[in-house]
């Protein structure tokens, strides 16, 4: 069950990945046949079975409402790993600029 | 006899990693501190200073785990020129404790894969065979303990990362209870699944650095607190009072014949030291292995969006910012992550999420209840920790679903939450395998007593690779 191009650019689109079209075959291939092995899911019975939404039975974690400031050298040390950064802001290029879509 | 000095141990480390790691590539970078913070801890020592438990023990460190200043990568290329701007949980307790961090250990990137061949800097090999794979995605620190470089190394588990590699390199690693070690610096790869967990030779230290690490963190919402452990009782060499279950679905027909017997000798082992062993059936475990393939990914795509180009690590620029992020993400992860990435996008996206990633969610949840029903009627379950020894470098690498299959005995813990162990019950063809025992969720305690048992009556953690 290989998965067409167009799904493969689809996937890699909405999850921001450039792949070459030598990937595009290999994923139609390799994808499909992990979904078809997938599949035998659905031999399983699932009515009445609740989702298993969180590994552990806890809820609503709380802490106190202070503020908490940054480690001076933790945050020297974030700001260093930027890409770009104009002072200490982390520099982007436009977000919406020349966007079609 | 007098302790051996924190200098004399880690010169001992360094020469072993000098000797041995052009060929295995199971260490990634030494700490250039390490033989300085040992002097000063045999220096403490003389003069009589109060130390930590773990005081002037080197331990090496998985790749995906964040010691402050270390150029951490997940040994992904995304990250590459990363340094971590600070410590993981774990790794701010070990120092507290007066451990030597030795140095980061290889990996599968980002913890995906069972064999450390699709790490950045190339694959690891297997100390006992360095014609084989190591296991993985810890391969780097189970080859490291197997071959004298540290006494310990801590590993991460998703779905067997930890065991596998144990189990192939001959050593002692614990998947912790989903929630007992905090995951605050741990690079994750599927948050509901992933454990920090140390490897070692023995039980006794591996229950050591886990008194060490584990405990609830305000950093990490999923940590839990803590009841203490009571060393002298675990150190009962009689397991008179338990019960082992043996499931029927990991002992199929067709398993490795080799293996089967030399984990039915060890559950004999077990039952000459007082154990009681009893057939159980836990009739959704196969269905863990589809289960796993399909919430992983999906765990994993939401959390490597992270993974900007911008913010730190690899940055390829583009002619605009989404060609930037496509760019630096497409040159960055290596294929097996892309192909990860997209099968966790494709089931999470508009109108397969209720047939894949919904599905897999009620699965997860009867495979739990399997796990919940055995452990009503044993305190532990025993089976092997993988369905091979060790395979040749390269045999299984390009096929996924191959590849995944080895998993097939370890991902059922990660999916039930529930505590595993895998520890060292003999040779097959002169490689390790390993006895993967499982346990009720926060009850490491029934598995270190086990483990601790079957340590004093056998010698198989205390073989060396020639």
Redesign the interface.
């Known amino acids: 069950m290989p998965l067409t191009s167009d799904e493969i650019t689809h996937i890699a689109k909405l999850a921001r990945l450039h792949i070459t079209d030598v990937e595009v075959e290999q994923y139609k291939q390799q994808l499909g046949s992990i979904l078809e092995y997938v599949q035998k899911l659905q031999e399983v019975n699932t009515d009445d079975v609740a989702e298993l939404q969180h590994a552990l039975d806890v809820t609503n974690v709380f802490r106190e409402d202070v503020e908490v400031t940054c480690d001076p050298e933790v945050r020297r040390r974030a700001i260093e790993n930027f890409s770009s950064r104009s002072g200490d802001l982390l520099e982007v290029q436009a977000v919406f600029e020349g966007r079609t879509e | 006899m007098s302790h051996p000095s924190s200098e004399t141990l880690v010169r001992e480390c360094l020469k072993q990693i000098e000797d041995q790691n052009v060929s295995l590539n199971a260490v990634l970078s030494v700490s250039s501190t390490a033989l300085e913070e040992a002097q000063q801890i045999d220096v403490a020592r003389a003069r009589g200073d109060e130390l930590g438990p773990l005081a002037g023990l080197p331990i090496l460190v998985k790749d995906n785990i964040l010691v402050?200043?270390w150029s951490n990568m997940a040994s992904s290329q995304v990250l590459e020129?990363?340094?971590?701007?600070?410590d993981a949980t774990v790794i701010s307790r070990l120092k507290a404790a007066g451990a030597i961090l030795l140095g980061r250990t290889n990996m599968d990137q980002f913890g995906m894969g069972s064999s450390t061949e699709s790490s950045h800097f190339g694959p690891t090999k297997n100390p006992w065979d360095i014609t084989r794979i190591p296991g993985g995605s810890s391969g780097g620190s189970a080859a490291a303990v197997a071959a004298g470089f540290a006494p310990i190394a801590l590993g991460s588990d998703t779905g067997g990362s930890i065991r596998q590699p144990s189990s192939m390199c001959g050593v002692v690693g614990l998947k912790p209870t989903?929630?007992r070690v905090s995951r605050y610096g741990l690079i994750s790869l599927a948050s509901?699944?992933d454990q920090i967990g140390p490897m070692a030779h023995s039980v006794e230290e591996v229950m050591r650095v886990m008194q060490v690490i584990e405990g609830k963190d305000?950093k990490d919402?999923?940590s839990?607190a803590l009841a203490e452990t009571s060393v002298p009782e675990l150190m009962n060499p009689s397991l008179k009072g338990l019960t082992l279950g043996i499931p029927k679905e990991y002992f199929l027909e067709g398993m490795d014949a080799e293996i089967k017997r030399l984990v039915m000798e060890a559950v004999e082992e077990l039952e000459r030291a007082g154990a009681k062993v009893k057939e159980i059936s836990m009739p959704?475990v196969e269905?863990a292995?589809?289960?796993y393939?399909?919430l992983m990914p999906c765990e994993a795509?939401s959390n490597l969006?992270r993974f900007d180009?911008?913010?730190?690590?690899y940055?390829s620029s583009g002619?605009?910012?989404?060609?930037?992020?496509?760019?630096s993400?497409?040159?960055g992860?290596g294929?097996e992550v892309?192909?990860r990435?997209?099968?966790?996008?494709?089931a999470l996206?508009a109108g397969y999420y209720d047939?894949?990633y919904?599905?897999?969610?009620?699965?997860?949840?009867?495979i739990?209840k399997d796990f919940d029903d055995a452990l009503k009627q044993v305190d532990a379950i025993v089976t092997p920790t993988s369905p091979s020894v060790a395979w040749k470098l390269g045999e299984k690498f390009g096929d996924?679903?191959t590849m995944y299959l080895s998993d097939i005995y370890t991902i059922t813990a990660n999916l039930a939450?529930v505590p595993a162990m895998s520890i060292p019950c003999g040779f097959s063809q002169g490689l390790p395998v390993g006895l993967q025992i499982m346990g009720r969720p926060f009850d490491e305690e029934t598995l270190y007593r086990i483990g601790m048992a079957y340590q004093a009556k056998t010698d198989w953690h205390k073989r060396e690779p020639v």
């Open positions: 402050q200043g020129g990363h340094h971590s701007a600070y989903y929630g509901s699944l305000p919402g999923t839990v959704h269905y292995l589809a289960t393939y399909v795509s969006g180009g911008l913010r730190y690590g940055h002619t605009n910012l989404w060609d930037t992020y496509e760019r993400r497409g040159e992860f294929p892309k192909r990435i997209m099968l966790g996008a494709y996206s047939a894949y919904r599905k897999a969610l009620k699965v997860r949840t009867l739990k996924p679903i939450t």
